[in-house]
């Protein structure tokens, strides 16, 4: 990772605090860590096009990127999209443009589900979510040869650190990660897939 890539991803809690702003075309989300400390953003990237299109039709099927940026604009992790119908096929890349994931959409009737695949398409953790309560599960593999998952951590609109606030839309979230649960060179994967999943399931409807 580079120096920047582990400062940000060193974090086991990561708080989501959506950038309201008047007939916006695209999304902008602040991230915080535990302290309060505001750390980095999620930006999405949209063509003049696309704009014009989104007036029309429904972005559920456009491409979208979203960029995870520091304090200084520098990009440590971006997920891209392309054209799509059915179930999203996603691209988690690295500050250096390198494919480190891919996610995939699972059908559930009213439960959203997605897998993490490394870039050889392994498995590497599951996000499994409840519309109506907003929790989202985060599973990965047991380490041992019983097979089956283990919890790793959870995506809630309940906060209950140093921006304790009450949470009216899914616009504000937490993403708690176990702590060592994560191993370094899966934690990119985990986390963009994590801190941007409101913008995911949005850019989807």
Do not use: C
């Not at 950038?19 to 309060?36: C, E």
């Not at 099927?61 to 997920?79: C, H, S």
């Not at 494919?99 to 009737?109: E, G, H, N, S, Y």
């Amino acid at each position: 990772m580079e120096t920047s890539e582990r400062e940000f991803f060193k974090y086991d809690d990561y708080f989501i605090d959506e950038k309201v702003a008047f007939l916006k075309f695209t999304n902008t989300y602040r991230i915080y860590n535990s302290a309060g400390e505001r750390i980095g953003a999620i930006k999405e990237t949209m063509p003049a096009v696309l704009k014009v299109l989104s007036l029309i039709l429904s972005k559920a099927f456009f491409p979208f990127r979203l960029d995870i940026v520091d304090l200084e604009g520098r990009t440590l992790a971006a997920i891209k999209r392309g054209w799509t119908f059915l179930m999203s096929n996603i691209t988690v890349l690295d500050s250096q443009g390198k494919i480190t994931a891919r996610i995939k959409q699972r059908f559930r009737v009213f439960k959203p589900a997605f897998s993490i695949l490394d870039p050889d398409n392994n498995f590497i953790a599951a996000i499994t979510g409840d519309w109506i309560a907003w929790h989202f599960d985060i599973t990965a593999p047991a380490d041992n040869n019983g097979g089956g998952v283990v919890p790793i951590g959870t995506i809630t609109k309940k906060w209950n650190g140093v921006l304790k606030e009450t949470f009216t839309t899914a616009d504000k979230y937490i993403v708690s990660l176990n702590r060592g649960a994560v191993k370094e060179d899966r934690k990119i994967a985990v986390v963009a897939a994590a801190i941007t999943i409101d913008m995911v399931l949005k850019e989807s409807k």
